[in-house]
């Protein structure tokens, strides 16, 4: 059974820092694309970021660019999204997706999808 676990979402400030994390199992993220989606409250969800696992190649919405880093380690089947300077807007729930056929912002091709985590940037 496949599972993807976010974890590392909660309250932070304007201008703060948040790691998420999505952990795999039942599945080897070796051979997936992992994107980060978020959903505001009644906003659609949209990409964030998207690390394709097969060659390193990664992907960032303009709006987090240069703010959020995504990562990997393989040997822990685990995907990083790494935030800084948070703004107000970056608040929604973060999920993380796995996909076999390659990064694409379409989240219709997403096989697996995590449970989301909420991420809440506010002073």
């Known amino acids: 059974q496949v599972q993807l676990v976010e974890s590392g979402g909660g309250l932070v400030q304007p201008g703060g820092s948040l790691r998420l994390s999505c952990a795999a199992s039942?599945?080897?993220?070796?051979?997936?694309?992992i994107g980060w989606f978020r959903q505001a409250p009644g906003k659609e969800r949209e990409g964030v970021s998207i690390?394709?696992?097969?060659?390193?190649?990664?992907v960032y919405a303009p709006a987090v660019k240069g703010r959020f880093t995504i990562s990997s380690d393989n040997a822990r089947n685990t995907v990083y999204l790494q935030m800084n300077s948070l703004k107000p807007e970056d608040t929604g729930v973060y999920y993380c997706?796995?996909?076999?056929?390659?990064?694409?912002?379409?989240?219709?091709?997403?096989?697996?999808w995590g449970q989301g985590t909420q991420v809440t940037v506010s002073s």
């Open positions: 997706a796995a996909s076999k056929y390659g990064w694409s912002w379409y989240d219709t091709l997403y096989d697996y």
């Open positions: 039942g599945v080897t993220l070796d051979y997936y694309a």
């Open positions: 690390i394709e696992s097969r060659d390193g190649t990664t």
